[in-house]
C-alpha cells in the first residue's frame, strides 16, 4: 500500500519537484530528516485534499484544511506539523507577508513512561540480556541519557575515556555536545570494544560497515523486558525519560539536565520535574517550621 506521500508524488502534479525542493532545502538547513519526512507527510495530505501541490495553495485554502481537520478533530499533532510545515515553506519562499498560526487547545502534556532504578537494574543484569553488545547498546541509552538516532551514530573515537565523556556529533537540533560517561559503562566498552572490535560505527550492524538499526534495538529491549518480567509500555526513549528523572531525583541542576539532554528549549526539559522525586522525603511544610515540629 502507497504511502500518502508516495501517492502524491504519482498523482499530485508538480507536488514531487516542490518534494525534493523542500527536502533539500530543510536538510541544508541542518535540521532532522526524521522531522522533515513528517512535516512533508503533512503536507503531502493536504496536495491530496486539493489534488493540488501544497506550495501553489493559497491562505485561503489552508485555512479552509485546517477548518476541516478541527472538525474532524485531527489530532493537535497532526494539525502542528502542517503548520511547522508551511512555517519553513514560507521562510524558504522569503515571504514575511505569509504566515500561519496554531491556534486551539494545545496537545496535553503527556507524562513520561520511567523505569524506576531496580527495574533499569533488572533490565542490564546479564541473566536478563546475555548478549554483551545488546547490553552496552540498552546501557548507553540509559547511562548518558542518549537518543535512539545519537547511538547508532557512535564512532569509537567519540568515546573519551580519560574525560569519562562522550562526543555527541549532529544531534537532533544539528548542535555537537558532550555528554557523561558513566565509570561503570566506560569499563563494559572497553571490554566490549576488546571483543567486538569496531571500526567505523561503535555499534554495528550484520555489516561491519552499517550502524545497528534502530528496529533491532527495539526487539532487544522488547526481549528483555520480557525476560526481566516489567509489563510497563516502555520505548527505546523510556531508557533516556529514566535517566533524567534519576538526574534530577540524585539532586542533578535542571540546566546541567538539559545540556546533557541536548534540548533547545528548557521547556522540553522542565516535564521531567513532574515525575521526578527529589527531595520529597525531607520536604517540610511551612507550619511545622513556624512551630517548630520536628
Known amino acids: ?18 518534494y525534493q525542493r523542500y527536502r533539500r532545502a530543510y536538510i541544508a538547513a541542518g535540521y532532522s530528516e526524521s522531522t522533515c519526512k513528517n512535516y512533508l507527510r503533512a503536507l503531502s495530505q493536504i496536495s491530496l485534499h486539493y489534488g493540488k501541490s501544497f506550495h501553489l495553495l493559497d491562505d485561503g485554502q489552508i485555512t479552509d484544511y485546517m477548518y476541516d481537520l478541527r472538525l474532524r478533530k485531527a489530532s493537535h499533532s497532526l494539525i502542528k506539523l502542517l ?4 512555517r519553513f515553506l514560507f521562510q524558504v519562499m522569503k515571504t514575511p507577508n505569509r504566515s500561519i ?3 486551539g487547545n494545545r496537545a496535553k502534556v503527556k507524562v513520561p513512561v520511567v523505569l524506576n532504578q531496580q527495574e533499569v537494574k533488572s533490565l542490564l ?13 540498552l546501557s548507553l541509552l540509559y547511562s548518558s541519557g542518549l537518543r535512539i538516532s545519537e547511538l547508532l551514530k557512535l564512532r569509537p573515537e567519540d568515546i573519551d575515556f580519560n574525560a569519562h565523556r562522550i562526543h555527541i556529533i549532529d544531534s537532533k537540533h544539528g548542535v555537537t555536545r558532550y555528554v557523561v560517561l558513566s565509570k561503570l559503562m566506560a569499563k563494559g566498552l572497553k571490554t566490549y570494544i576488546g571483543n567486538y572490535h569496531p571500526e567505523k560505527y561503535l555499534i554495528n550492524g550484520h555489516q561491519r560497515a552499517k550502524p545497528y538499526s534502530r528496529s533491532s534495538v527495539t526487539k ?4 528483555t523486558l520480557d525476560r526481566a518480567g ?10 533516556r525519560h529514566s535517566f533524567a528523572v534519576h538526574f534530577l ?17 528548557l521547556q522540553s ?4 520535574l513532574r515525575v521526578a522525586k527529589a527531595g520529597y522525603e525531607d520536604l517540610r511544610s511551612p507550619l511545622d517550621v513556624l512551630y517548630h515540629i520536628p
Open 220 to 223: 532487544v529491549l522488547a526481549r
Open 269 to 272: 526539559t522542565l516535564i521531567y
Open 125 to 137: 543484569d546479564p541473566v536478563h540480556c546475555p548478549n554483551l553488545k545488546h547490553r552496552v547498546a
Open 83 to 86: 503548520v511547522y510545515g508551511y
Open 101 to 103: 498560526e496554531l491556534k
Open 1 to 18: 500500500m502507497q504511502s500518502c506521500t508516495e501517492l502524491a508524488k504519482s498523482t499530485v502534479p508538480n507536488f514531487g519537484k516542490a
Open 230 to 239: 516489567i509489563c510497563k509500555h516502555v520505548t527505546i526513549h523510556s531508557l
Open 249 to 265: 531525583e540524585q539532586g542533578g541542576n535542571i540546566l546541567q539536565l538539559k545540556e546533557q539532554l541536548g534540548h533547545s528549549s
